[in-house]
Nanobody
Framework: QVQLVESGGGSVQAGGSLKLSCATS????????MGWFRQAPGKEREFVAA????????RYADSVKGRFTISRDNAKNTVYLQMNSLKPEDTAVYYC???????????????WGQGTQVTVSS
């Protein structure tokens, strides 16, 4: 009965901003690292960002460093992804994930959200 429910996706012009939210239930939120992945049409799912349960460790894909910020509110069992300076190549379905940080600069995902579409037009 673990659920990750995303919101905040939509369409935006290049250079704009969006903030994604992922509300979780059915799991001990503080026991999990949280992260975001994305998948564009015809491409593999790729890692975007992750944060440890303690918020002391964060990781970002090179393509989003300086533009995206991951955060989490352990009291609300919610993780966020602030997306600034959006580019058309950021267009993808974005997925929230719960798991653990890996030794390869990404994360292991035990649970997934349903995904939310982000479309950036030029």
């Amino acid at each position: 009965q673990v659920q990750l429910v995303e919101s905040g996706g939509g369409s935006v012009q290049a250079g704009g901003s969006l903030k994604l939210s992922c509300a979780t239930s059915g799991l001990t939120f503080r026991n999990y690292a949280m992260g975001w992945f994305r998948q564009a049409p015809g491409k593999e799912r790729e890692f975007v960002a992750a944060m440890s349960w303690s918020i002391l460790n964060t990781r970002y894909a090179d393509s989003v460093k300086g533009r995206f910020t991951i955060s989490r509110d352990n009291a609300k069992n919610t993780v966020y992804l602030q997306m600034n300076s959006l580019k058309p190549e950021d267009t993808a379905v974005y997925y929230c994930a719960a798991g653990a940080l890996s030794v390869t600069a990404t994360m292991r995902s035990d649970y997934w959200g349903q995904g939310t579409q982000v479309t950036v037009s030029s």
